[in-house]
């Protein structure tokens, strides 16, 4: 059990530590990018977090902060901390690499990693989504994919409270 954990940890990197590694890749490799909360994680996320990586070479997952989560989401938010949610998102065999940010937006981090695709989900218009202009400037893709209706984190939630007697 301990071997499958440090294989785990070994996929989460600090950003400074996850840029380095971005710099040893191929330059063969088509690394992708992906950020959110990852709070809950159901279905929806999976599926799209499996579609991102069929794009490329390598997928890095940035996860807000809990502090960032908060402002995003507000006060009840997140419901798991920042360390279960790196592990849970490592854990998936689709992630190469899982990291945070603390900032409002991933932008410092999109221009420390320089991914060849920028991703989110389908509720996201592609020039809406940060770093867009930057990876697309440089020659990259920004990719909006398909939103899988009735999967979503607060979908989730409001079922869990109906649900409640």
């Known amino acids: 059990m301990s071997g499958m954990i440090r294989k785990l940890q070994s996929k989460i990197k600090s950003p400074l530590s996850l840029s380095k590694a971005r710099n040893k890749l191929s330059k ?25 990586r069929q794009l490329g070479t390598h997928l890095i997952v940035a996860l807000n902060t809990d502090s960032s989560v908060k402002l995003l989401k507000g006060s009840k938010r997140p419901i798991h901390k920042l360390e279960d949610r790196l592990l849970v998102i490592a854990a998936l065999e689709c992630v190469d690499f ?44 920004v990719k909006s994919l398909p939103f899988i209706k009735g999967k979503s984190t607060t979908s989730v939630i409001q079922k869990i409270k109906t649900n409640k007697k």
Not at 36 to 52: E, K, P, T, W
Not at 114 to 123: C, L, Q
């Open 28 to 52: 063969k490799s088509k690394v992708i990018f992906t950020n959110g909360c990852f709070d809950l994680i159901h279905s929806g996320h999976v599926q799209y977090l499996q579609r991102a």
């Open 98 to 141: 899982v990291t945070w940010f603390s900032d409002q937006t991933p932008l410092s981090l999109i221009l420390k990693l320089n991914p060849d695709v920028i991703t989110k989900g389908g509720d996201w218009k592609p020039h809406q989504i940060i770093g867009s202009k930057e990876v697309l400037a440089q020659g990259g893709a």
